[in-house]
T-cell receptor, first 114, second 115 residues
Framework: AQKVTQAQTEISVVEKEDVTLDCVYE???????LFWYKQPPSGELVFLIR??????QNEISGRYSWNFQKSTSSFNFTITASQVVDSAVYFC???????????FGPGTSLSVIP | KAGVTQTPRYLIKTRGQQVTLSCSPI?????VSWYQQTPGQGLQFLFE???????NKGNFPGRFSGRQFSNSRSEMNVSTLELGDSALYLC??????????????FGPGTRLTVL
Protein backbone atom coordinates (compact mmCIF):
# COMPACT_ATOMS: atom_id res chain seq x y z
CA ALA A 1 0.00 0.00 0.00
CA GLN A 2 1.09 3.54 -0.60
CA LYS A 3 1.65 5.95 2.25
CA VAL A 4 3.09 9.41 2.73
CA THR A 5 4.39 10.60 6.07
CA GLN A 6 5.09 14.18 7.01
CA ALA A 7 6.32 13.90 10.56
CA GLN A 8 6.47 17.63 11.16
CA THR A 9 2.98 18.80 11.99
CA GLU A 10 3.89 22.45 12.60
CA ILE A 11 7.06 24.42 12.10
CA SER A 12 7.79 28.02 13.05
CA VAL A 13 10.78 29.90 11.75
CA VAL A 14 11.89 33.49 11.80
CA GLU A 15 11.95 35.27 8.49
CA LYS A 16 15.11 34.72 6.43
CA GLU A 17 15.85 31.39 8.08
CA ASP A 18 16.11 28.29 5.92
CA VAL A 19 13.60 25.53 6.59
CA THR A 20 13.32 21.95 5.41
CA LEU A 21 10.04 20.08 5.26
CA ASP A 22 10.40 16.33 5.45
CA CYS A 23 8.50 13.81 3.39
CA VAL A 24 8.89 10.05 3.60
CA TYR A 25 6.91 7.76 1.34
CA GLU A 26 6.14 4.08 1.06
CA UNK A 27 5.30 2.29 -2.15
CA UNK A 28 5.87 -1.09 -3.75
CA UNK A 29 5.73 0.35 -7.22
CA UNK A 30 8.99 0.52 -9.12
CA UNK A 31 7.92 3.72 -10.82
CA UNK A 32 5.93 6.47 -9.23
CA UNK A 33 5.48 10.21 -9.01
CA LEU A 34 6.02 12.54 -6.09
CA PHE A 35 4.46 15.96 -5.63
CA TRP A 36 4.53 18.98 -3.36
CA TYR A 37 1.62 21.36 -2.97
CA LYS A 38 1.21 24.58 -1.00
CA GLN A 39 -2.03 25.70 0.63
CA PRO A 40 -1.86 29.30 1.88
CA PRO A 41 -4.41 30.64 4.37
CA SER A 42 -6.69 31.56 1.46
CA GLY A 43 -7.26 27.83 0.98
CA GLU A 44 -6.45 27.53 -2.71
CA LEU A 45 -3.96 24.75 -3.41
CA VAL A 46 -0.88 25.58 -5.41
CA PHE A 47 1.00 22.90 -7.30
CA LEU A 48 4.76 23.23 -6.72
CA ILE A 49 6.50 20.26 -8.28
CA ARG A 50 6.07 16.80 -9.77
CA UNK A 51 9.01 14.39 -9.80
CA UNK A 52 9.23 11.06 -11.61
CA UNK A 53 10.97 8.29 -9.68
CA UNK A 54 13.37 7.83 -12.59
CA UNK A 55 14.72 11.30 -12.08
CA UNK A 56 16.71 11.54 -8.87
CA GLN A 57 18.29 14.81 -9.74
CA ASN A 58 17.63 17.51 -7.19
CA GLU A 59 15.69 20.51 -8.36
CA ILE A 60 15.98 24.18 -7.54
CA SER A 61 13.44 26.84 -8.34
CA GLY A 62 14.31 30.20 -6.90
CA ARG A 63 14.27 29.90 -3.12
CA TYR A 64 12.75 26.42 -3.33
CA SER A 65 14.71 23.21 -3.66
CA TRP A 66 13.82 19.56 -3.50
CA ASN A 67 16.00 16.66 -2.45
CA PHE A 68 14.84 13.28 -3.76
CA GLN A 69 16.56 10.25 -2.25
CA LYS A 70 15.26 6.88 -3.36
CA SER A 71 17.55 5.07 -0.91
CA THR A 72 15.73 6.60 2.04
CA SER A 73 12.34 7.02 0.30
CA SER A 74 12.39 10.72 1.00
CA PHE A 75 11.47 13.79 -0.99
CA ASN A 76 12.34 16.76 1.19
CA PHE A 77 11.54 20.36 0.42
CA THR A 78 13.75 23.27 1.48
CA ILE A 79 12.86 26.93 1.47
CA THR A 80 15.87 29.21 1.59
CA ALA A 81 15.63 32.64 3.20
CA SER A 82 12.01 32.13 4.19
CA GLN A 83 9.50 34.93 3.84
CA VAL A 84 6.19 35.64 5.54
CA VAL A 85 4.41 34.76 2.29
CA ASP A 86 5.75 31.22 2.63
CA SER A 87 3.43 30.69 5.60
CA ALA A 88 1.13 27.90 4.50
CA VAL A 89 0.38 24.22 4.83
CA TYR A 90 2.58 22.12 2.59
CA PHE A 91 1.51 18.71 1.35
CA CYS A 92 3.68 15.99 -0.05
CA UNK A 93 1.93 13.43 -2.28
CA UNK A 94 2.54 10.20 -4.16
CA UNK A 95 0.91 8.48 -7.11
CA UNK A 96 1.60 5.46 -9.25
CA UNK A 97 1.25 7.24 -12.56
CA UNK A 98 0.98 10.85 -13.54
CA UNK A 99 -2.81 10.68 -13.50
CA UNK A 100 -3.44 7.94 -10.98
CA UNK A 101 -5.08 8.58 -7.62
CA UNK A 102 -2.84 10.70 -5.48
CA UNK A 103 -2.09 9.83 -1.86
CA PHE A 104 -1.46 12.93 0.23
CA GLY A 105 0.52 13.29 3.39
CA PRO A 106 -1.11 14.98 6.39
CA GLY A 107 0.63 18.26 5.67
CA THR A 108 3.11 20.46 7.51
CA SER A 109 1.96 23.86 8.68
CA LEU A 110 4.74 26.39 8.27
CA SER A 111 4.63 29.75 10.03
CA VAL A 112 7.21 32.34 9.09
CA ILE A 113 7.45 35.00 11.75
CA PRO A 114 8.58 38.48 10.73
CA LYS B 1 -6.33 34.05 -19.00
CA ALA B 2 -9.12 33.07 -16.62
CA GLY B 3 -8.23 30.60 -13.88
CA VAL B 4 -10.12 27.56 -12.71
CA THR B 5 -13.56 28.48 -11.48
CA GLN B 6 -15.77 26.51 -9.16
CA THR B 7 -19.41 27.08 -8.45
CA PRO B 8 -20.96 27.51 -6.07
CA ARG B 9 -18.33 28.68 -3.60
CA TYR B 10 -20.44 27.83 -0.57
CA LEU B 11 -23.28 25.41 -0.15
CA ILE B 12 -25.43 24.25 2.73
CA LYS B 13 -27.45 21.08 2.40
CA THR B 14 -29.22 18.69 4.71
CA ARG B 15 -28.66 14.99 5.14
CA GLY B 16 -30.22 12.88 2.44
CA GLN B 17 -30.16 15.58 -0.21
CA GLN B 18 -27.97 15.49 -3.26
CA VAL B 19 -25.61 18.14 -4.57
CA THR B 20 -23.86 18.99 -7.81
CA LEU B 21 -20.66 20.97 -7.92
CA SER B 22 -19.23 22.49 -11.05
CA CYS B 23 -15.69 23.12 -12.22
CA SER B 24 -14.67 25.10 -15.28
CA PRO B 25 -11.03 24.47 -16.20
CA ILE B 26 -8.62 26.88 -17.78
CA UNK B 27 -9.30 27.21 -21.48
CA UNK B 28 -7.50 24.48 -23.41
CA UNK B 29 -7.04 22.20 -20.42
CA UNK B 30 -8.42 18.73 -20.89
CA UNK B 31 -7.66 17.12 -17.55
CA VAL B 32 -9.79 17.85 -14.50
CA SER B 33 -9.19 16.34 -11.08
CA TRP B 34 -11.34 16.52 -7.96
CA TYR B 35 -10.23 16.38 -4.35
CA GLN B 36 -11.96 16.38 -0.98
CA GLN B 37 -10.42 18.06 2.04
CA THR B 38 -11.68 17.49 5.57
CA PRO B 39 -10.06 18.14 8.97
CA GLY B 40 -10.26 14.46 9.84
CA GLN B 41 -9.24 12.74 6.60
CA GLY B 42 -7.10 15.47 5.11
CA LEU B 43 -6.76 15.75 1.36
CA GLN B 44 -8.14 12.86 -0.66
CA PHE B 45 -8.27 12.25 -4.38
CA LEU B 46 -11.78 11.78 -5.74
CA PHE B 47 -11.42 11.28 -9.49
CA GLU B 48 -9.73 12.52 -12.61
CA UNK B 49 -11.21 13.09 -16.04
CA UNK B 50 -9.54 13.52 -19.36
CA UNK B 51 -11.41 14.12 -22.60
CA UNK B 52 -14.72 13.10 -21.03
CA UNK B 53 -13.33 9.81 -19.67
CA UNK B 54 -12.79 9.02 -16.03
CA UNK B 55 -9.25 7.72 -15.83
CA ASN B 56 -9.13 7.01 -12.16
CA LYS B 57 -11.17 7.15 -9.01
CA GLY B 58 -10.23 7.32 -5.36
CA ASN B 59 -11.67 5.23 -2.58
CA PHE B 60 -15.05 6.82 -2.27
CA PRO B 61 -18.49 5.19 -2.23
CA GLY B 62 -20.69 5.13 -5.28
CA ARG B 63 -22.61 8.13 -3.94
CA PHE B 64 -19.78 10.20 -5.37
CA SER B 65 -19.87 10.49 -9.12
CA GLY B 66 -18.70 12.86 -11.76
CA ARG B 67 -18.59 13.60 -15.41
CA GLN B 68 -16.82 15.78 -17.90
CA PHE B 69 -18.38 17.51 -20.83
CA SER B 70 -16.99 18.04 -24.31
CA ASN B 71 -15.89 21.56 -23.36
CA SER B 72 -13.88 20.02 -20.47
CA ARG B 73 -16.13 21.47 -17.81
CA SER B 74 -16.70 18.94 -15.08
CA GLU B 75 -19.34 18.28 -12.49
CA MET B 76 -19.31 16.09 -9.45
CA ASN B 77 -22.41 14.81 -7.76
CA VAL B 78 -22.92 13.51 -4.27
CA SER B 79 -26.19 11.74 -3.59
CA THR B 80 -27.76 10.98 -0.24
CA LEU B 81 -25.56 13.40 1.61
CA GLU B 82 -24.10 12.44 4.98
CA LEU B 83 -22.70 14.68 7.69
CA GLY B 84 -19.23 13.39 6.87
CA ASP B 85 -19.47 14.79 3.36
CA SER B 86 -19.00 18.27 4.77
CA ALA B 87 -15.74 19.35 3.23
CA LEU B 88 -13.87 21.64 0.93
CA TYR B 89 -14.06 20.23 -2.59
CA LEU B 90 -11.21 21.29 -4.82
CA CYS B 91 -10.93 21.03 -8.53
CA UNK B 92 -7.75 21.26 -10.58
CA UNK B 93 -7.09 21.42 -14.28
CA UNK B 94 -4.08 20.79 -16.46
CA UNK B 95 -3.33 20.40 -20.13
CA UNK B 96 -2.59 16.72 -19.79
CA UNK B 97 -2.00 15.87 -16.16
CA UNK B 98 1.48 14.72 -15.52
CA UNK B 99 3.11 15.14 -18.87
CA UNK B 100 6.45 16.88 -19.02
CA UNK B 101 6.28 20.21 -17.29
CA UNK B 102 2.48 20.20 -17.21
CA UNK B 103 1.24 22.17 -14.22
CA UNK B 104 -1.96 21.70 -12.28
CA UNK B 105 -3.99 24.80 -11.49
CA PHE B 106 -6.49 24.70 -8.66
CA GLY B 107 -9.77 26.47 -8.21
CA PRO B 108 -10.80 28.21 -4.99
CA GLY B 109 -12.93 25.27 -3.92
CA THR B 110 -16.53 24.73 -2.91
CA ARG B 111 -17.22 24.62 0.80
CA LEU B 112 -20.03 22.14 1.39
CA THR B 113 -21.75 21.98 4.75
CA VAL B 114 -24.18 19.16 5.45
CA LEU B 115 -26.58 19.73 8.34
Amino acid sequence: AQKVTQAQTEISVVEKEDVTLDCVYETRDTTYYLFWYKQPPSGELVFLIRRNSFDEQNEISGRYSWNFQKSTSSFNFTITASQVVDSAVYFCALSKTSYDKVIFGPGTSLSVIP
Amino acid sequence: KAGVTQTPRYLIKTRGQQVTLSCSPISGHRSVSWYQQTPGQGLQFLFEYFSETQRNKGNFPGRFSGRQFSNSRSEMNVSTLELGDSALYLCASSLERGQGTDTQYFGPGTRLTVL
